[in-house]
């Protein structure tokens, strides 16, 4: 099996008998990580995001309780189901792992086809709900994420801007007379139109970890650039706009069609100012705006 295709599980237990041995049992078929206690435990998985973390109960200074209560409270963790693995009697137990998050038991000793069984079990859950997740938040024409998922991460990405000091620059770009075109060339062709965009956006914008390019509406994008003044916005914007402009796109019929689109620009510095996130969304959108009013086909930055 390819390693690129393989699920990793982070596998922890206090005892190396016992961690040996889920190693043993599960390691032909998954990439593993490993912890030898609960404060181990959720550094590995919050450095590695496994897909799956077994879980031991029975640990030193921090159980497997206080390891899953942490695991759930983290945003980075808490989609990640848990396997607890134990020895207890599993009445009260079971109650309580299943209570505080955890999707599943183990009971040692290890039947390995019985552990084998449930892994895949989760994983299956697991691969199903990304897929999902992964549908519900791209743009089915482009494949670009979608304006949920930006508007989700876009909330992220200024809270971390503004703890850690830096600088964020938006472009809110809208596809001139789109309308037009797909009344001309039909929609399909228009969503040839979008895709080739879609494909200039990526390429040209995002340069830096972090940077996100997202289908907005019908007829615009949005692109997040990292630690961006005005200066560096209007730069990327004005790429963009030229690249997109000089794109050909050729029709059913041989035509040779042009795109052009209309760009606004605005940027945050958190180190000189404190600012609202619906002021900096809606002050772009009045510059796109203005690039549209003042004759389309241009950048336009907020001042």
């Not at 999707?103 to 859950?125: E, G, H, T």
């Not at 482009?142 to 801007?161: C, G, M, Q, V």
């Not at 040839?192 to 879609?198: K, M, Q, R, V």
């Not at 958190?270 to 950048?299: C, M, P, W």
Request: hydrophobic content about 45%; overall charge negative.
């Amino acid at each position: 099996m390819n390693d690129e295709r393989k699920s990793t599980i982070l596998v922890v237990d206090d005892s190396r008998v016992g961690l040996m041995h889920l190693v043993q049992i599960l390691q032909d078929d998954y990439i593993l990580h490993t912890a030898a206690s609960g404060v181990e435990a959720v550094q590995v998985a919050k450095a590695t995001m496994p897909d799956l973390i077994l879980l031991d109960v029975v640990m030193p200074q921090m159980d497997g309780y206080e390891a899953i209560t942490i695991l759930k409270n983290s945003l980075e963790t808490r989609e990640i189901p848990v396997i607890f693995i134990t020895s207890l009697g599993q009445d009260g137990n079971e109650e309580k792992g299943l209570a505080l998050g955890a999707v599943d038991y183990i009971s040692k000793p290890y039947n390995p086809a019985i552990v084998k069984l449930r892994v895949n079990s989760q994983l299956r859950i697991v691969n199903q709900m990304k897929k999902i997740t992964e549908l519900s938040l791209m743009d089915t024409v482009t494949k670009l994420p979608n304006r949920h998922y930006f508007s989700l991460r876009l909330r992220d990405e200024w809270d971390r801007a503004r703890s850690e000091k830096r600088s964020l620059g938006l472009l809110m770009m809208d596809v001139d007379k789109l309308r037009t075109y797909n009344a001309i060339y039909g929609f399909g062709q228009g969503d040839i139109g979008l895709i080739s965009i879609a494909g200039i956006i990526s390429k040209e914008a995002l340069n830096q970890p972090g940077d996100i390019a997202a289908r907005w509406a019908d007829d615009g994008f949005v692109v997040l650039l990292q630690n961006a003044d005005i200066a560096l916005c209007n730069t990327v914007g004005e790429e963009l706009r030229a690249a997109i402009e000089q794109t050909e796109i050729v029709t059913s019929e041989g035509d040779k069609t042009n795109f052009t689109v209309s760009i606004g620009a605005n940027a945050i510095d958190f180190t000189a100012e404190v600012g609202d996130l619906e002021h900096f969304i809606s002050n772009a959108d009045a510059a796109l705006y203005l690039a549209k009013e003042l004759g389309r086909n241009q950048v336009v930055a907020h001042s």
